[in-house]
């Protein structure tokens, strides 16, 4: 489907629990997520046929998202019944990555052909202190995993946060030189109620470019970041900046909560409801949905924040 203002949308990010096994200060806050009944989440059987209904209106490109997706018990037969949906081209999944050691392998084995792992730190006392619970042990096996189970791409995410990593960054790119990895560094998005981020934490993708003055510029790959790569280097370094330099007019997605709320903007508070429908009526209540998607997503910082409604927990990234 094109939208109002001729963007073709082609890629759905389906977020299947809010519920998360860390708790990253940005994200969600410090006593988790209110647990909503289970009458009020989509069944496995609605987020299929959600699936289905949008790629009957043209979606190619389905991510896997939470809260943590891992934790949904039965993430594994999900992600294979998405794969068979006529229509999806590619399978992709977004993860904190501390339970990829059980299931990376059981997840490329399902049709999942890309995994981006979220990494901000490679200080085990800093990845306590920003996930508040986890352990960064956990999340380096998980990579090491990926990379055994032979994923199509690995991609490691950094939210970039101004006095806490901002350090990291030459440490975090490096990865890409150690590993066959992208690393991509997205700026830190003002949600609704997430972490007590002053200014200072707003940084802009810019400031890579100026810790890393060797980067290479690399030829765009068709998607939002601004690709680089260090000499020598496995993979990329890619800059991803919704809040300095919005991307809003390339923007080819459209999001789906757990509790069934298609979001046409990530930062917008409009949401279409399809918990309940039938196919036929999600496919009309999607229609709907893209047909409303804003030009973009409105002045984001640290003064404005998203009016998205909801935490990223909640939504997906
Ligand atoms: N639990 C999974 C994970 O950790 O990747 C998937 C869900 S998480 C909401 C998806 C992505 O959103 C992560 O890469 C996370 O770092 C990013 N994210 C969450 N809150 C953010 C914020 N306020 N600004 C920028 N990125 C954010």
Not at 174 to 201: C, H, K, N, W
Request: with cysteine.
């Amino acid at each position: 489907m094109i939208d109002t203002y001729g963007r073709q949308i082609t890629y759905l990010r389906l977020s299947v629990t809010e519920l998360c096994n860390l708790r990253c200060r940005y994200c969600m806050p410090e006593d988790g997520v209110c647990k909503k009944r289970h009458e009020e989440m989509l069944t496995q059987e609605e987020m299929i046929m959600a699936i289905r209904a949008a790629a009957a209106l043209g979606i190619r490109k389905l991510r896997i998202t939470g809260g943590e997706p891992l934790v949904k018990s039965n993430i594994v037969e999900l992600c294979r019944a998405a794969a068979a949906v006529d229509g999806i081209e590619e399978i992709c999944l977004t993860t904190n990555g501390t339970l990829l050691p059980k299931l990376a392998a059981p997840l490329r084995e399902a049709g999942v052909r890309r995994l981006n792992i979220s990494l901000d730190t490679l200080d085990a006392e800093k990845f306590h202190y920003i996930t508040r619970i986890g352990t960064l042990g956990d999340a380096l096996a998980g990579i090491e995993a990926a990379l055994a189970a032979g994923f199509e791409k690995v991609k490691i995410n950094s939210v970039l946060i101004g006095g806490f990593n901002d350090d990291e960054i030459p440490v975090l790119a490096a990865l890409t030189r150690q590993y066959p990895v992208d690393v991509r560094f997205i700026e830190l998005m003002p949600m609704y109620d997430s972490g007590d981020f002053g200014p200072e934490a707003y940084i802009p993708y810019t400031a890579v470019l100026d810790k890393l003055p060797e980067l290479e510029p690399v030829d765009p790959d068709g998607g939002v970041a601004k690709l680089y790569r260090l000499p020598d280097a496995k993979g990329n370094i890619g800059l991803i900046s919704p809040v300095s330099a919005h991307f809003c007019a390339a923007c080819n997605r459209i999001r789906l909560t757990a509790d069934g709320k298609i979001k046409p903007c990530l930062h917008s508070g409009d949401e279409y409801s399809l918990k309940g429908l039938d196919y036929e009526g999600m496919v009309k209540e999607l229609q709907k949905a893209i047909l409303c998607k804003p030009s973009w997503h409105g002045v984001l910082d640290a003064e404005n924040r998203s009016h998205a409604g909801r935490n990223m927990n909640q939504i997906g990234g």
